[in-house]
């Protein structure tokens, strides 16, 4: 079964960097097949609770089947952007204790050509992490600009061949729609003039895509300030990503809120609102070398995590 497929990554390094308190209040932000939650839920007292939310209506169906019973439990089907949404409705803005980012995409996503992330088996070029909503990598791929397909490449793929590649893809578009993962990835190999060692040349291109389609970073970038109002005072954010932008967005965003806002020259002393509202802990972790034999997708995992300082907390949507 695919829930029994699904490795959750850093999984005891996550726990110990939220500091699990049996009692307490902690988010999984990205539930996926729920491996992180589980490990959270089995630290926790009948008086603890774990909020869940994904986006994927198969994932959310999987959680309530294996949760029903437990009423320390719920889900919430929705986007990162529905985060502090999610808290304020249930009264508990300032006062979670954990919140926890695996980001990027779930064993069960990938292994299921059906979703289309991923060119190892055929399948209909979708990549919706929702597949309700949107628009899919198919429909966008048929009838993006040309610039737009180079400029999503490079900045999302880090692809250096993002022109080659465009172009590649609106010849082969010309004749026939490009409508499955194994077309596209067949289109980005002839694109693409060297191979980067043990990786196959049309992965820069299928994350691009992906991360385009499902609007990853934006989420992100519009979660990681309402994470950080909601918890509670000594509360822990941690993040676990895949790639560069991912880890660079995160790291940044902790980097700012852990040094304040910069206080106007003329004020005789600095307000609350200008305050750290993080303290950074520890260095970045990485999997060891026997996770990485054991679960190869977690070889470009690392974890990040802070704590909310005491600065006062703000308001609903603050």
Not at 31 to 54: N, W
Not at 104 to 127: A, E, I, T
Not at 134 to 139: L, N, Q, V
Not at 268 to 279: D, N, V
Request: proline content about 7%; aromatic content about 6%.
């Amino acid at each position: 079964m695919e829930e029994e497929q699904h490795v959750p990554v850093l999984l005891e390094e996550a726990l110990q960097a939220l500091d699990v308190r049996p009692d307490g209040v902690y988010v999984d932000a990205t539930y996926g097949r729920g491996g992180h939650a589980r490990g959270i839920l089995t630290r926790l007292s009948a008086q603890g609770r774990v909020l869940a939310l994904d986006r994927d209506p198969q994932a959310c169906a999987a959680a309530r089947m294996e949760f029903a019973g437990d009423a320390r439990f719920s889900i919430t089907k929705g986007s990162f952007s529905m985060l502090g949404e999610m808290i304020d409705g249930r009264g508990l803005t300032g006062r979670v204790d954990g919140i926890l980012f695996d980001l990027g995409v779930s064993s069960p996503q990938l292994d299921d050509p059906r979703r289309g992330f991923s060119f190892r088996q055929d399948g209909p070029l979708d990549m919706r992490m929702d597949p309700e909503t949107g628009e899919s990598a198919a429909a966008w791929l048929n009838r993006a600009p040309e610039p737009e397909l180079e400029r999503v490449i490079r900045e999302y793929g880090e692809e250096r061949f993002a022109r080659r590649v465009a172009r590649t893809i609106v010849r082969a578009r010309a004749e026939h729609p490009i409508e499955t993962t194994f077309q596209l990835a067949d289109i980005v190999r002839r694109a693409v003039p060297t191979r980067e060692r043990g990786k196959d040349p049309a992965t820069r291109t299928f994350q691009a895509i992906r991360i385009f389609v499902n609007r990853e970073l934006e989420e992100l970038e519009r979660a990681l300030p309402q994470a950080v109002r909601t918890l509670a005072p000594r509360g822990r954010l941690v993040a676990i990503s895949f790639h560069s932008l991912e880890d660079r967005l995160v790291k940044r965003f902790m980097r700012a809120e852990a040094k304040g806002g910069e206080t106007p020259p003329d004020l005789p002393f600095a307000p609350a609102a200008f305050a750290p509202r993080l303290r950074l802990l520890g260095k970045p972790v990485r999997p060891g070398a026997q996770e990485e034999r054991d679960n190869p997708r977690a070889r470009s995992a690392v974890l990040r995590a802070a704590e909310r300082t005491d600065a006062e907390t703000g308001g609903p949507h603050a």
